[in-house]
Each structure stands twice: as C-alpha cells, then as structure tokens.
C-alpha cells in the first residue's frame, strides 16, 4: 500500500485515540455520521492515490465512454495512479459488494454510477462515512451521504428534445412515436416525462410509445410493427440514440425513412455515437448527454490534491446537435 | 471459514464411501469409471500439475501414503482447488497499513461469503435438479419473482414478515414442482421446461411489480415494512458476520446433512447415473424429480428474499444470469451436468472458490474485464481437472 494510506491510518489514530483504538476494520475510520474530513483525505501533489470506479453496466456504449473519459482523464493526472474499473454488470447487488471489495481495499476515493438508487445507498454511505470521498456519476442515491454528484438533466433534456421537435421540426403537428428506454429506469421516465412537457399545447400527437429497452435491436423490431400498425408516422422520439438508430433502419427496410425525423437522445462523441449518426443524415437532432467522467477526475484532483471542497451538486449542460454543428461539436468533445 | 472446511473433511471422507460414492443402482458405466480412474489419475499427474497451476509434490506423496485428510482432498478435488485460491489469495494479497493481510480480514472474509450467498443458495437448489440430470434455467427469474414479491407483499399488502416470507417461499416451491411435474410426466426436456420458466418467471416479476423496482421502506404505518425484515441486510453476533453469509451456511450444513446416505439421496444419484436401470429397480422416479425440481425453485425464492433484503428493493430485473453463476458453481464443484456424479459439498466449494477468486482479483486491482476471462478459464481448468482427474 502506498505510504498515504499509511500516514491517513496514522492520522485516524489520532482522531480515535479515546479508546476506540485501531481495529482491523476500517469502520472505526473517518468521523460517524459526518463525510470524510478534507484534512483526512487530502495529501497534496506529493502523494500517489487510488482510484476504485464501481460502473453499473459496461454494455452500454453511453457508459464505455464515461470509462473511457475517466481513463483519459486520469492519466492527465500524474499522482492518480491507479484507477481499477469494476463492471456490475446491471445487477445491484454485484455492484454493492463490489463497493464493500473496494472499501476493504481503502481506496483513496470512489467514483461510483449506481445501477439503481435505492439498494446502493446503503453501501454507498457506508464508504462515505469511512472516511472515503464518493463521487456519483449520471445517477444519484437517496439521502446526502456522498461527496459530490455530477450528471445532466434527464428531464430537461426530454423538454428540449421536445420542444425542438414542436418549434423546428413540426411546426405544423404531426404524429409521432416514442421508443422509450427500459421500463422502470428512471432516465426512462424523465426523459418521457420532460418530453410530454416540451410538446404540450402544439399540434403533436404521440399515437404510440413501445419499450426499446436502451437497445437498438430491440427498437427496430418495436418500430417495424408500429410502421405495420400506423400508416403515418411524421417523427421518432427515441429516448437514446441507439433506439432511434433502430427505429431508422426499421424505417429504411420499409421504405419510409424519408418522410420520417428521427430525435435521439446520448450524443456520444463516438464512431457508431448519434453525433455521427446525425452528420451522415439518419437522425434529424440528438441532444448530448453529458458523460461526467472528465468531471469526475476535475473533482477527484479538487478533493485530493487541491484540498478544496467541491459543491454537492453539479448539473452538465446538454447541447442540440444538428447537421450543421455535429462536426464541430465531435471534434470538441474528443479534444479535451 | 478454513477451519471449518477442514473439520468437515473427516466426514466428508465418510460420506464418499456411502452417499457421496456410486449407489447401489449405480451403472456398470460409473463402476468401470472409478475403476480406470486411479489408474488415470496416477498417469496424469503431470498434466494436472500444468492446469492447475503448481500443485506441491508433497500431496503426491501424501496422496500416496493415504493419510485420512489429504485423502479427502484429493478426493474432493474442489476443496482441493478452493484451499488452492485460497492460499494463493493469501500470498497475493496486498498489504495493509500494519502489514495486515487484507484478504484474511474478518471484514473482507465475511464480504466475500456474503457476496457469493445468493448465488450458494441457489448453486445448492441447482445440485439437487442437476444430480439427477436435469438442469434448471429459472432460478435467476425466479429470483428476481421472489424479490418483487417480498417488497410487494410487505410494502403494498402490508404482509407480515413471515406470511410475506412464507407465500413467497411456497411460490417457488409450486413454481418447482411444476416445472418438475413438466419434465417427469409429460417427458419435455428440462432445458427447454425450464428456458419457459425462465421467460414465464421474469415476465411475472415485470407484471407483478408494473416494471418498476419496488423500494421497501421500514416502519410500522400503512404500506411500510416491518423492521424485522431489514434483519437480512445486517449483521449478528456483534456486528461481525452478516446475515445472508448465515444463511447460506445454514442451509449448506442442512442440505450437506440431507444428502448424506438418505434413501431421497440414493435415488437422486440412481437416476442421474441411470434413468432406466432406477426405474427398473423400483426407485420413484418421476417423485423424486420432481421433489427435487421443487427444491431447487424454493431455494431460488429464498435467495429472492435474501436478495430483497439485502438491497431493501425487489427489482423485476434482479437476478439476470444467475443461473448461470449458480450452474457455474456446481460445475467448478465437480458435480457433473450429466448427472449421477456430484456432492453438496462441491457445490459450496465450487460458489466459495469462484467467491474468493472475485475477491482477490478486485482487491488487486484488476478490471472487470480481465477478471471475466481469468474466471471462464478457472472454469475451464476445474472441468478439466475432473475429466484428469476423477472425485472418485
């Protein structure tokens, strides 16, 4: 272990000398109740830190890339030398005991994208009240008990997706279909909820919505049967890129992607990303969601290295992409 | 933990020779099995020193003299692979601040135990339906069921803990047995039975809790759960060993126990080593299929219910390929998919070693991604070492 943790463990002996003494176990760790104390945590530049990514799910492309943002990041960063990448692989109770692994491992600090909020809170707390700072990525635990949380909008960006479609795209109504994310996640419902807000009092209609579950595939058999369904379709809200991707493909084997606007929602600034998607024409508009991992690292290097505390919460700000922005906006996005 | 293992060896080594051997309608197959087997092992050690990384040459020799304990060992190869990781785990453990071994903190020990306890539970309900050589492809539906009724039952219907614990239990169980009742008597094959139930059971959760996960919040007012429940996220005797690890050595114990020279446990392996020959021979074939395809879904709906109080939620999508990990664990424990060769205690062996091994790798900073590959070739190697290598 590095001599930081070392001189850390010195210092919470010195916090716990009223007897509590230095046990094996980490609770006795950091004051009860209360977040790590930035004294505690904060070395300076001289010290070397490990980083422990708890990521909820590694097949979806959206968070590959907030992988791949931490990663590049953090190499930046001379002093964050190790940073190990756990993958839950969308199941709760993978992702909780992979924290406790992480917690028994005293990593310097957490960057953690919870699965699903309530079951993680737990576990979550438990680092943070052990004196190790949690930062939380895209999506947020119940309660207080973590550093900082960094993520976007899920329901504005819904009503921009909207209000995009009712200002630019359908000025005059029209009839659309949604292929929401998968039922029962929550980006899911705000993205819905936000979008139903952006369209209201214009002359669209959504005629149907069918589950796409976050996935291409998925879409496109969903979309092929609504096109059987419904003789008219004038847009698709897909609540990610890839969703409409699928939508669109469904679509073209139809022949009726051309009278068709397809909105997605992700941006990734990725070769198979909706930026592309929407440079080469598929999709009309995509609105970028933000992945945060560049952040996560600006907040980790505040914490450890700067000594300086960072705001509890911080809203990324989303961006329309349109044909006419989408090669500027996917150079500037990999050039950070 | 490694003193546990190690008081149970003697008796292990007993039940090898009466519920853990060949049973009495064993086929002349399995018999000329064992008989080879010395001599292959003998033939084989060398490569089995290759796969299985280096094996000291005093249990050669130790294996040789016959002393009881290593005997057992080399019996029960997959206790022999878990004290393998294990010591392996201690060596490569990294170091905390007072030079402690991370791994071998009580702390890390009970994670690890509790970590792989709903996959246990679930691996020692699939040896059952596997022994017999079926296979049952649910169990992580039927999880996912069980967790989505516990929260229902206790939050919305204002259950009481134990009529909610109760009704989901029997749930599994009927879910079980007709499962089994499908293989027995209308003759389908248990792979694709149990792929419908897989579907059937996942599609029931995501009904049951209108495809939302449902939070379970404590408290004695309407809609809220009993505290009670919340007992399965802690932890007993001092705050030390958590619940769900108590669990699932409970029931390892009872079911190690129940396997252990009963007549069910005899008929069990008869089937699995010879379907037509237990028939001839009197055993109740389709009963005894379908009581252990009954036991199989219990012990999936009461890892639900561990796994919903765990977690204080029951999500429609708990449990996605966890029958996967629990027949994983079965295999690492040398039961065979085949059938009629196996023991209970493998299967525990099989869920700690594969437990230890995602323990050590994440405390070594190693990545999810690799970790995938080194387990799917630890896998590979423990199959390997029972065709090199026989139990028995």
């Known amino acids: 272990m590095s001599s930081r943790t070392r001189s850390m463990f010195a210092a919470v002996c010195a916090v716990a000398l009223l007897g509590a003494g230095c046990g094996t176990t980490s609770t006795n760790a950091g004051a009860a109740g209360g977040g790590p104390d930035s004294a505690e945590v904060c070395d300076g530049p001289g010290e070397e830190y490990t980083i422990g990514v708890s990521q909820a799910n590694v097949a979806e492309p959206y968070r590959v890339r907030m992988n791949a943002d931490i990663r590049r990041a953090a190499a930046e960063v001379e002093q964050f030398d190790e940073v190990q990448f756990l993958d839950a692989a969308q199941d709760n109770s993978r992702q909780v005991s992979q924290i406790r692994t992480l917690i028994t491992k005293r990593v310097d600090l957490l960057i953690v994208s919870p699965n699903e909020a309530a079951p993680l809170t737990g576990v979550v707390g438990r680092a943070y009240n052990s004196g190790i700072p949690v930062i939380l990525l895209d999506r947020k635990v119940n309660g207080d008990s973590y550093s900082t949380f960094i993520g976007a909008d899920n329901e504005r960006i819904g009503r921009k997706a909207g209000e995009y479609l009712a200002e630019q795209l359908l000025p005059e109504g029209g009839e659309i279909v949604e292929l929401r994310g998968l039922s029962g996640s929550t980006p899911a419902a705000e993205r819905g909820r936000g979008f139903r807000a952006g369209i209201e009092g214009s002359g669209i209609e959504i005629i149907a919505t069918a589950d796409g579950q976050w996935l291409r595939a998925e879409a496109r058999s969903k979309m092929a049967a609504m096109l059987k369904a419904h003789p008219r379709i004038d847009a698709v809200y897909g609540h990610n890129d890839p969703m409409a991707e699928g939508a669109h493909l469904a679509a073209r084997t139809a022949g009726r992607a051309e009278g068709t606007k397809f909105v997605g929602i992700d941006g990734l600034p990725t070769p198979s990303g909706g930026i592309k998607a929407v440079r080469q024409g598929r999709l009309s508009a995509t609105f970028v969601y933000p992945t945060g991992g560049a952040e996560a690292i600006t907040a980790a290097k505040r914490i450890l290295i700067d000594c300086e505390s960072v705001p509890r919460k911080r809203t990324l700000p989303t961006q329309l992409v349109t044909r006419e922005n989408a090669a500027e906006v996917y150079r500037r996005l990999n050039s950070r | 933990m490694s003193s546990r293992a190690t008081d149970d060896e003697p008796t292990d080594s007993a039940s090898t020779s009466t519920g853990g051997s060949a049973p009495d309608a064993a086929t002349p197959e399995t018999a000329a099995g064992t008989s080879t087997s010395e001599g292959w092992s003998a033939g084989r050690q060398s490569a089995g020193d290759r796969s299985s990384g280096a094996r000291p040459s005093e249990v050669q020799r130790a294996g040789r003299s016959g002393s009881g304990g290593v005997e057992a060992l080399l019996r029960f190869q997959s206790l022999f692979g878990l004290l393998l990781v294990f010591l392996a785990s201690v060596v490569f453990s990294p170091r905390g601040d ?278 799917g070739l630890v896998i590979v190697a423990a199959a390997a070492a029972q065709r090199l290598w026989p139990s028995r």
């Open chain 2, 98 to 375: 007072d030079g402690e071994i991370i791994f071998l903190t009580s702390e890390n020990l009970f994670n690890l135990v509790r970590a792989i306890s709903e996959i246990g539970i679930i691996a020692i309900g699939l040896t059952f339906v596997i022994l017999v050589g079926g296979i049952d492809l649910s169990v992580g539906s039927l999880l996912g069921l069980a967790a989505v009724g516990s929260a229902v039952l206790l939050t919305e219907d204002d259950f009481g803990v134990l009529a909610a614990v109760s009704v989901v239990l029997l749930a599994g169980l009927v879910f079980g047995l007709l499962q089994g009742a499908a293989v027995a008597l209308l003759r389908v094959q248990a792979f694709i039975v149990t792929l419908a139930g897989l579907q059937i059971a996942r599609g029931l959760a995501r009904l049951w809790s209108g495809g939302q996960t449902v939070p379970i919040t404590y408290g004695s007012g309407a809609g809220q759960a009993p505290l009670s429940f919340s007992l399965l996220g802690e932890r007993t005797f001092d705050g030390i060993v958590p619940v769900p690890a108590l669990i699932f050595a409970v029931l390892a114990v009872l079911a190690v126990a129940f396997l252990r020279g009963s007549a069910f446990s005899r008929h069990l392996y008869a089937i699995g080593g010879n379907e037509k020959a237990a028939r001839t021979s009197g055993v109740p074939v389709n009963r005894v299929k379908i009581i252990a395809f009954g036991i199989c879904g219990l012990c999936a709906a009461l890892a639900g219910i561990v796994h919903a109080g765990q977690l204080n939620t029951g999500s429609p999508n708990a449990g996605i390929s966890y029958e996967l990990d629990g027949i994983a664990a079965v295999v690492v424990g040398g039961t065979s998919l085949a059938g009629g060769r196996g023991s209970m205690m493998g299967t525990i062996a099989g869920a700690l070693l594969l437990g230890v091994l995602n323990n050590i790798l994440a405390l070594n900073t190693v990545d999810t991604d690799l970790q995938l590959v080194i387990k």
